[in-house]
C-alpha cells in the first residue's frame, strides 16, 4: 500500500526554522496537505495544496512540494508550534487517503 | 458556522457492532465529501473511509468488508457503522469535511474536523 513518510521527531530553538519533509511517489501528481495537531486537540489544517495557508495561520507556516518530496516550513518557531505535524495526500487511485507518519516538533 | 460533532462510540467487546454519527451543520452532508480518520492511543492519524456526495464510498484495507458509511439526509448527519470489531480498531474517530482540490492536482484535504468520538474494543 502506499506510504508517506516524514521523520518521526525534529528540535529546533525557538526563532529557528523547522522544515519537515514527506515523501511519496504520487506526490509530483497530487497534493500535499499538512496538520498540526497539539496533545489532546483535533487536527488543525495548516498548508493545502502544497503552499496555501488557511486564514488564520500564521505567515511563519509555508509549504513547498518538488518532485516525490513536500516540505512543511516553520519560519522563526515559537514555542506554542510545538506540537506533531502529518502530511496528507491520497494513493495513486486518488479515493485512498494517506497520512505520514507523523512528526514530533518540539521548540525548546 | 461549520460544525462536525461525532458520537456514538463506546466500549464493546471484540467481534461486537457500533454505530457513529458525524453530524454537521453550517454545510449540506449530500452535497459534500467527508473523511473519516481514526487515531489509536499514542499512535498517528489513519485514514479510515471517504464519502462523496455521488453516494461513492471508500474504504482503508483494514476496515474493507467491515465498515460502511450511510448518510440520513433528514437529520444532516454521516454514519460509520462498523461491524466485526477487533482490538486494533481501539482509537478516537473523527469525521472530517473534505474540500476537493482546485488547482488542478488530485487529493482534496479537510478543512473542519469534529473533536472525535472514543471506541474501546476490549473484553
Known amino acids: ?108 | 458556522e461549520v460544525q462536525l460533532v461525532e458520537s456514538g462510540g463506546g466500549l464493546i467487546q471484540p467481534g461486537g457492532s457500533l454505530r457513529l454519527s458525524c453530524a454537521a451543520s453550517g454545510f449540506t452532508v449530500s452535497d459534500s465529501y467527508i473523511n473519516w480518520v481514526r487515531q489509536a492511543p499514542g499512535k498517528g492519524l489513519e485514514w479510515v473511509s471517504v464519502f462523496y456526495r455521488d453516494g461513492n464510498t471508500y474504504y482503508a484495507d483494514s476496515v474493507k468488508g467491515r465498515f460502511t458509511i450511510s448518510r440520513d439526509n433528514s437529520k444532516n448527519t454521516l454514519y460509520l457503522q462498523m461491524n466485526s470489531l477487533r482490538a486494533e480498531d481501539t482509537a478516537l474517530y473523527y469525521c472530517a469535511r473534505l474540500q476537493p482540490p482546485s488547482n488542478g492536482k488530485a487529493a482534496g484535504y479537510c478543512d473542519y474536523w469534529g473533536q472525535g468520538t472514543q471506541v474501546t474494543v476490549s473484553s
Not at chain 1, 16 to 33: S, V, W
Not at chain 1, 50 to 71: L, Q
Not at chain 1, 81 to 95: K, L, N, R, V
Request: aromatic letters at 10%.
Open chain 1, 1 to 108: 500500500s502506499y506510504e508517506l513518510t516524514q521523520p518521526p521527531s525534529m528540535s529546533v530553538s525557538p526563532g529557528q526554522t523547522a522544515r519537515i519533509t514527506c515523501f511519496g511517489d504520487e506526490l509530483p501528481k497530487k497534493n500535499a496537505h499538512w496538520y498540526q495537531q497539539k496533545s489532546g486537540q483535533a487536527p488543525v489544517l495548516v498548508i493545502y495544496e502544497d503552499s496555501k495557508r488557511p486564514s488564520g495561520i500564521p505567515e511563519r507556516f509555508t509549504g513547498s512540494s518538488s518532485g516525490t518530496m513536500a516540505t512543511l516550513t516553520v519560519s522563526g518557531a515559537q514555542l506554542e508550534d510545538e506540537a506533531d505535524y502529518y502530511c496528507y495526500s491520497t494513493d495513486s487511485s486518488g479515493d485512498h487517503g494517506v497520512f505520514g507518519g507523523g512528526t514530533k516538533l518540539t521548540v525548546l
